[in-house]
């Protein structure tokens, strides 16, 4: 009886006996995902240097995370349609929509805040609703429906509001967006909750790391050295505990960071370890092999339109609170902003790769680049010619990075 010859790999960081070949594929398995958050720190410290440290000051770090907060409720939306292998035009105008009835609901009609909230979340549903049936059901592309969105929506949202703006909101629902948890565990100088909550995120990040490349290692992939994942845990630490000092001795932890890592913690689970996130990667990677696998077609690409709805209803409920009113020309180019996000993220064009931690990676680096660019003082038409070149080297990035995995 002839006896099997092959060994388990072993760990890079343990006998040190692995090749260089193991190590080289352990590198380069995330490229363009390491490639975004290397991106993304150099962006922050090159913008550190040109501010002379005014981009990393407690207050600017804070206005970022309050400004931009939507883009990222957003992108979390937008890099899913695009993991199914769609797109959403209209979510701007979406934005504009549930913010204007909420508004309507609260400013005009005079119920309670929380009412409007509900309102602008159920308008949301059911605009999701509606494109998931045109999209899933009657079989149009979803360009077209959301471009036919974005046109019906944007002339609702003029509708609803008679063309003026509405303000201003109860101090209730401003809360939503500018509000702050400051205080709860006392502090001298910064506020100590603040930084218990960032740590346990770490530690919890550190968790999750180990138990991915204990299981990598179980189904013998190969993982990089020991010293290398202890460098990346110890990396990640000092940058988050860093931001998380510059918001302590602000004004504490933003209520809207907490909804958005709520909401990021709930997706990237929803997209990693449930049937329904798996069948939307399948749906993405290969649409004929996902129905005849027995995947729901159109029922998982009617709740995915549904969800953009959902998502897009509370953006428009954070932008609405953080300008305190309602505009007709709200969320104005916002879809663009989501769909940058996804793809400097790691969202493929064809569809079927991507995930919840890059789309954010893509929208920090968006924000990033926004705000340093106004500290500057440099003109709106340069910042817009170098967010749109941005986007085009990612896409290019995107792919070279599949000839060459292709070549290989």
Do not use: C
């Amino acid at each position: 009886m002839a006896q099997r010859t092959d060994k388990p790999l072993q760990d890079p960081g343990g006998s040190g006996s692995s090749t260089l070949t193991e190590l080289r594929l352990a590198l380069t398995r995330n490229l363009r995902t390491s490639g975004i958050y290397m991106a993304l720190v150099a962006l922050v410290v090159l913008f550190a240097v040109f501010t002379g440290g005014a981009s990393l000051s407690p207050g600017n770090i804070t206005n970022i995370v309050l400004q931009y907060s939507y883009i990222l409720i957003l992108a979390i939306g937008m890099v899913i349609v695009i993991i199914a292998g769609h797109i959403d035009l209209s979510v701007g105008s979406v934005v504009a929509l549930t913010s204007a009835i909420s508004a309507i609901t609260v400013i005009k009609y005079g119920m309670p805040w929380w009412v409007g909230v509900l309102a602008a979340l159920a308008a949301g549903l059911a605009i999701g609703a509606w494109h998931g049936f045109w999209v899933a059901y009657v079989g149009i592309p979803a360009f077209i429906v959301t471009l036919a969105g974005m046109l019906l929506f944007r002339g609702m949202t003029l509708w609803v509001l008679d063309n003026i703006s509405l303000s201003p909101f109860p101090s209730e629902y401003g809360v939503i967006a500018s509000g702050f948890v400051n205080g709860l565990l006392g502090g001298y100088g910064y506020d100590t909750f603040t930084l218990l909550v960032f740590a346990i995120g770490v530690i919890g990040f550190a968790v999750n790391e180990y138990r991915t490349r204990k299981t990598r290692r179980s189904y013998r992939q190969p993982v990089p050295p020991l010293w290398l994942f202890a460098a990346k845990i110890a990396a990640v630490g000092v940058v988050v505990m860093a931001l998380a000092w510059q918001l302590a001795t602000a004004r504490g932890l933003p209520v809207v960071l907490i909804m958005l890592a709520i909401l990021i913690m709930a997706y990237s689970l929803i997209m990693q370890h449930t049937v329904f996130g798996r069948q939307i990667y399948a749906i993405g990677g290969n649409l004929s092999a996902a129905a005849l696998s027995g995947v729901k077609v159109k029922a998982v690409n009617f709740w995915i339109f549904v969800n953009m709805g959902l998502l897009s209803a509370v953006a428009g409920i954070v932008f609405s609170s953080r300008t305190n009113g309602a505009q007709p020309g709200a969320g104005n180019m916002f879809e663009l902003d989501a769909i940058a996000a996804a793809f400097i993220g790691g969202a493929a064009v064809t569809g079927g790769v991507g995930r919840v931690v890059g789309a954010m990676a893509g929208g920090l680096i968006m924000a990033v680049m926004s705000n340093g660019m106004q500290l500057m003082g440099i003109d709106q038409s340069v910042q817009s010619v170098v967010k749109g070149l941005v986007l085009l080297l990612a896409v290019a990035f995107d792919i070279w990075n599949k000839r060459r995995a292709g070549a290989q």
